[in-house]
DNA sequence: AACTTTATGTCAGCCTTGTTGACTTTCCAA
DNA sequence: TTGGAAAGTCAACAAGGCTGACATAAAGTT
């Protein structure tokens, strides 16, 4: 798949997509995505939990009343692997488990406070590090930050991604 | 640390932090991720590896002749945990541990034939999915979304990263 | 009313990939 | 030459994925 690269000299308007920057690319992703958890993995460990945990109140904190099932969606995981997590973060009083009232079957998740305190402190500084990269790299840098990520993700998660549309801008 | 939410109309020349947007691009960092590793992980599925077996390859491949280790220092993991792995890619036959000549106590790897060809079956589709995020983003997206993955890694991490600088450009 | 489907939860057991602890071999420096 | 440090290996454990089987309750269908 070697694409013969292409000289110091072409065309600078298409893509100059050598193997070598590409492979930088891939590297960055995954240098970044360490850096990315590092601050939530310190936080959690503290407290005996692991990035499932954080993932499933991210989403519950994003989306308060959600289903087990809407959250297996997201999670892309089984229903066996999110119970276990779930289970404890409701017996630990961070997650509360609401039976449905129009359809009983459904159980609709909530934070607690204790559970919003956790999330909060997470959130927190994981947004101060992106908030500083963001402001290291500038904003240009940060609209297309967005761009390739977005393009980079499997059509179905992309859906579940833009379903949250921005704020303000 | 909520920001205040900067109104439409406040400067767009500083940068327009609310949390909404940065918790937007948490959840694509999320996501992303996920889109980034979907490809590689179909294909080690068939051949009963994971991920673990790929970055070991991956950074051998990158770095032939390197330590196990100057690995255990990209990685991140344990040299027990990165052991497992080089042994089963070893006893496979994808990747040869020779023994140093000057230090007879350093292994230094390599990737067979047969190794470099998984190794190339990921790159591949791992390179493909990264060159048509690129091309739809454009090549403006392209130098904001490294640097700001640069700005997001850990400083050591950053260090491992810039140390095999761009290749042409 | 009987049957089927859906949503959720649970138990058991497996696999990958992290972890720590203990050990061997090799190297180097006092 | 001997004791410590470094590189690597083996053993055992834990987290968190997975599958399969099964239970319950509520909805929906016939």
Redesign the pocket.
Known sequence: MAEGGPGPGSGESLLFLTDEQLRKGIEAMFFAYRGFTADPDRILEEHA?????H?AIHFIKRSPGT???NL?GIL????????????TLIEDGLVE?RI?R??????HLFLTEKGAALEGEISDVQRARMRTAYRAAGPAAVAGFRQVLEAMMEPEMKRQYQSLKDGGT
Chains 1, 2 share one sequence.
């Open positions: 939990y692991g990035r499932a945990h993932r289903t087990v099932n297996l892309g995981v089984t229903k066996q692997s999110l119970n276990r997590v779930l289970r488990s449905g129009r359809d009983k079957r459904e159980r």
